[in-house]
Nanobody, 123 residues
Framework: QVQLVESGGGLAQAGDSLRLSCAGS????????MGWFRQAPGSERQFVSA????????LYADFVKGRFTISRDNAKNTVFLQMNSLKPEDTAVYYC????????????????WGQGTQVTVSS
């Protein structure tokens, strides 16, 4: 089992950068693919990015390509989401999630979720 805790959210202005972190518990963190999702009020949870167990491959939603970068440090049981060139439409609660082995863009494919961190971007 994996427990996940996100941090790094907050208030930003359009064009700013934020770095989200997700700390995982357990000795098998490196056997989990990790994903980031977001959910705005009144909207469904939306895939943002995912990274393989080793960090060797990543997936991105089209609306964040070139702006967001996912990475992980398995020695520290942490996955990151570097968000650059933020836009007001990036405002949402951001969640990290874990699933064994392979990445997927499907939220239903993830077994473990953090509590979320709020990101608010003003224009």
């Amino acid at each position: 089992q994996v427990q996940l805790v996100e941090s790094g959210g907050g208030l930003a202005q359009a064009g700013d950068s934020l770095r989200l972190s997700c700390a995982g518990s357990g000795r098998t963190f490196n056997s989990y693919a990790m994903g980031w999702f977001r959910q705005a009020p009144g909207s469904e949870r939306q895939f943002v990015s995912a990274i393989s167990t080793t960090g060797g491959s990543a997936l991105y939603a089209d609306f964040v390509k070139g702006r967001f970068t996912i990475s992980r440090d398995n020695a520290k049981n942490t996955v990151f989401l570097q968000m650059n060139s933020l836009k007001p439409e990036d405002t949402a609660v951001y969640y990290c999630a874990a699933r064994p082995l392979r990445t997927t863009t499907n939220a239903g494919g993830y077994d473990y979720w953090g509590q979320g961190t709020q990101v608010t971007v003003s224009s």
